[in-house]
Nanobody
Framework: QVQLVESGGGLVQPGGSLRLSCAAS????????MGWYRQAPGKQRELVAR???????DYTNSVKGRFTISLDNAKNTAYLQMSSLKPEDTAIYYC??????????????WGQGTQVTVSS
């Protein structure tokens, strides 16, 4: 069984910073890529950032220059460093990963979600 466990959400003031973590565990052979999505109330889930093993990263325009995604392959863990946070960043953040298991099965995983609230 493979799963993602997220941590690091919370309440922060505008202009503040938070770091989200997403650890993949279980029978994982390799990770193709990991990413963070978010869903605000009344809105569709959107891709925030994605990192591919090897280092390529991609960001939605609204977070470029403020968020940084990274992947520690040794720990099977992705991080999302969020800085200069704005109220419009408030959402539930979901981790996503596309992995290959030890049984050579390609699987897409989702985390349980972590709330990020930016408010004074």
């Amino acid at each position: 069984q493979v799963q993602l466990v997220e941590s690091g959400g919370g309440l922060v003031q505008p202009g503040g910073s938070l770091r989200l973590s997403c650890a993949a565990s279980g029978s994982i052979f390799s990770i193709n890529d990991m990413g963070w999505y978010r869903q605000a109330p009344g809105k569709q889930r959107e891709l925030v950032a994605r990192v591919i093993t090897g280092g390529y990263t991609d960001y939605t325009n609204s977070v470029k220059g403020r968020f940084t995604i990274s992947l520690d392959n040794a720990k099977n863990t992705a991080y999302l460093q969020m800085s200069s946070l704005k109220p419009e960043d408030t959402a539930i953040y979901y981790c996503n990963a596309r992995v290959v298991t030890t049984l050579s099965s390609r699987t897409e995983l989702w985390g349980q979600g972590t709330q990020v609230t930016v408010s004074s």
